[in-house]
Structure formats: C-alpha cells, structure tokens
C-alpha cells in the first residue's frame, strides 16, 4: 500500500508540470499512428497501404519514439538528462518521419507502375508531426524551469 502512495505522490507531482504533459501527449500521438493508415492506392484488385503495424522498420521507429518520449518524463528530477533525452527523442521521432516518408516513396513507385489512380496521404500521417512540436514545447518548458532553478539558487 506504501508504495501505490508513493507513486501516486510522484504521478500527481509529475503531471502538474507543463513538459510533462507535452511529452504524454507527444507519445501519445506517436503510438496512435499504430493503428491507422498512413498512405494507401488502390491499383485494380492490388492495394498499396502504409501502415506501421505492418513494416517491422516503421514498427521498430515508432515503437522507440513512443517509449522514449514516454520514459523521458521520469527523469523529471534530472532535468539536464531529461532536455537529452528530449533531443534523443526528436531526432527518433524526426527518423521515424523520414522512414514512414521513404516508405510511402517507395510503394507510391510500386502503386503507379501497376496502374494506380486513387493514391491519398491519410490524416494519421500529420500525428508524428504534431508530436515533433509537442517535444519542442517540453524541451522548452524543461530548459525554463532549469533557468528558474538556478535563479533561485542564486538569491540563496
């Protein structure tokens, strides 16, 4: 019982910060995209689609930027390791970009040698992207409250 108190004390004490909640929802966007279409066409019976779930190197992509945009929150008592770990996990999410992007490239290559007419970007694809901006804002927000704590151990 003494420990679920404990890491309710420390949830509640996390979640009261701003980057805490920009990271959560940042990992939050990032893990959707495992359920959705990214890119799809249709070329007579063959369809072409993107989705994460299905190509092991997206997966893997996806998988690492979720879990360290998520684990970066608990490093809240270390903010310096945490605004690392928040760059870490741009540059993952900015590769997991670049990967999904290869990817469509390649099977919109595939999609208009067999004929294909109908070929969309889906919405999903903006999830990762809006996840980038929400690990800017945290790394932000970390760097200011970095900046508050060492201006009040400068009036000590």
């Known amino acids: 019982m003494a420990?679920?108190?404990?890491?309710?004390?420390?949830f509640i004490f996390m979640i009261q910060r701003k980057q805490t909640l920009y990271l959560?929802?940042?990992?939050t966007l990032t893990g959707t995209t495992y359920f959705f279409e990214l890119w799809s066409a249709t070329a007579k019976d063959v369809v072409f689609s993107l989705k994460p779930a299905n190509?092991?190197?997206c997966l893997i992509a996806m998988a690492a930027a979720t879990l360290l945009s998520f684990s970066t929150i608990f490093y809240f008592k270390n903010r310096k390791k945490q605004i690392n770990f928040g760059f870490i996990s741009l540059l993952i999410d900015m590769a997991f970009i670049v990967i999904c992007l290869l990817k469509i490239s390649s099977l919109k290559n595939n999609a208009i040698a067999a004929g294909a007419t109908d070929a969309a970007y889906k919405l999903t694809v903006l999830?990762?992207?809006?996840?980038?901006?929400?690990?800017?804002?945290?790394i932000f927000a970390i760097k200011?409250?970095?900046?508050?704590v060492q201006s009040l151990d400068r009036l000590r």
């Open 24 to 27: 959560l929802i940042a990992a």
């Open 127 to 138: 999830l990762p992207m809006a996840a980038l901006i929400f690990i800017v804002l945290a």
């Open 3 to 10: 420990i679920s108190c404990k890491f309710a004390h420390y």
């Open 144 to 148: 200011k409250d970095e900046k508050l």
């Open 55 to 57: 190509d092991i190197v």
